[in-house]
């Protein structure tokens, strides 16, 4: 018998009610699920229910490579915060740094990836509808409602994110291949290239296929609304690339409509956010349309973290994946003048808690030694000892437990020595 339709609406909905009392025994000894899942002959189905709904969320945990930016990890930090760990919204929204609104966006897309995961996992297309509905038409698969396109595109791009920080490309041969291939294009539309480069070209941090696959599509995305020259140059700023591309136009051949150009880019978009980067599309006119590619530079800012629990060593990595900073962590206190000496970081983070070594110690000796004395040090404790940190020579101080966002932005101000502020708590 096939997974009627009245299974493919409810089971979002019967989900959420799950989820929203996952600790309630009692609401949850009255789940439909229950028997959806084949439940019902335990003597502990609430329970076992229970356990079965966080093993599903643990199942979609992103393994560490995968970048932060990602809708994976986006659904299961989502998950996990609001129902697992029993997070608000706004406490959740904090720990992602998003706001509710864009929370609320993407909590029913969470909801239905966690459905499809389960869907096929108990292979809900030949069990019977547990409700009283009439017969719906029997789902295969591929049709399955809970396979929205993000969830596609993500399964098509798993071989790009556990690629993260292997490929670089070499972004001048990348640009000239794109536009030999983007020039019969232009052709037919009667337009040509306007180009304008640095001298020197650097590599990305950004695997060759996907970054050839955003140009292109940047391209044929603009050749349709220009009736001159598309604009294309390219602009370095320290560890980043931001390429743009304009369609210089006057009106005559048509109006970008800026929802046209969004739902053709979108994939464009993705495929920047998983390598890194961003894409940001300009809000004016049409003759003024412009696409900013930005992606990381290969050469990225090294980061020395120090801190000998595993894992916060791997908060930290994930935190620091896909961004312009390189992540070198060390557990042993003992080796951070040695690896300072190997890797010229440009930043070193420093627990203080630390059995081997105190903390407190190892940052006055970084202070005193002449390979590290110049180095910016942002204490990461747990400790409520700012001050004191500043007083000893941070340059900044971070409390446990900190938020990707926060921590970003605190390297983001030591890396910006021109804007600078006093040493303080960022």
């Not at 409810?10 to 084949?38: C, M, Q, T, V, W």
């Not at 994110?161 to 037919?188: F, H």
């Not at 048509?254 to 998983?274: D, Y």
């Not at 620091?320 to 070198?328: K, Q, W």
Request: hydrophobic share 40%.
């Amino acid at each position: 018998m096939g997974m009627k339709s009245e299974n493919n609406k409810l089971l979002p909905k019967h989900l959420r009610e799950a989820l929203n009392h996952l600790y309630d025994l009692g609401r949850l000894r009255h789940s439909p699920l229950i028997p959806l899942f084949g439940l019902m002959d335990r003597f502990d189905a609430p329970a076992s229910l229970q356990r079965l709904l966080i093993d599903a969320i643990e199942a979609l945990k992103p393994s560490i490579q995968t970048p932060n930016l990602s809708s994976q990890r986006q659904i299961y930090d989502l998950l996990l915060y609001r129902y697992v760990q029993q997070f608000s919204q706004q406490e959740v929204a904090n720990q992602l740094g998003i706001s509710v609104r864009h929370l609320r966006r993407i909590q029913q897309t969470a909801l239905e990836s966690l459905a499809y995961h389960l869907w096929k996992k108990f292979d809900l297309a030949n069990q019977p509808d547990v409700s009283e509905t009439v017969e719906g038409d029997e789902l295969t698969p591929s049709e399955s409602p809970f396979a929205n396109s993000d969830t596609i595109v993500d399964d098509e791009l798993a071989w790009l994110q556990s690629n993260e920080g292997r490929t670089t490309t070499d972004l001048s041969p990348t640009l000239s291949a794109v536009l030999a291939l983007a020039k019969p294009m232009a052709a037919q539309y009667r337009v040509t290239f306007a180009i304008a480069l640095p001298d020197d070209l650097p590599h990305l941090a950004a695997h060759p296929v996907a970054v050839r696959q955003m140009l292109l599509n940047l391209l044929t995305a603009a050749i349709p609304y220009a009736d001159g020259p598309v604009s294309i140059s390219v602009h370095l700023h320290d560890w980043e690339v931001e390429l743009r591309v304009s369609p210089m136009s006057s009106g005559a051949s048509g109006t970008v409509h800026p929802e046209e150009i969004i739902a053709r880019l979108k994939l464009t978009r993705r495929l920047a956010t998983i390598s890194g980067g961003q894409l940001v599309l300009s809000d004016s006119e049409a003759s003024e349309y412009e696409a900013r590619l930005i992606l990381p530079a290969a050469e990225q800012i090294p980061v020395l973290v120090v801190d000998d629990n595993t894992d916060a060593l791997q908060l930290l990595q994930r935190f620091l994946a896909s961004t312009r900073y390189h992540f070198i962590g060390v557990q042993d206190p003992y080796q951070t003048i040695a690896l300072a000496e190997q890797f010229a970081p440009q930043i070193i983070v420093l627990d203080v808690m630390m059995p081997q070594l105190d903390g407190w110690e190892l940052l006055g000796r970084l202070r005193q030694h002449p390979r590290t004395s110049h180095i910016p040090i942002v204490v990461h404790t747990i400790l409520p000892q700012e001050e004191l940190a500043l007083s000893l020579g941070a340059s900044a101080f971070i409390q446990k437990p900190v938020t990707r966002q926060a921590f970003l932005a605190a390297l983001d101000q030591l890396t910006r020595p021109a804007e600078q502020s006093e040493p303080g708590r960022l």
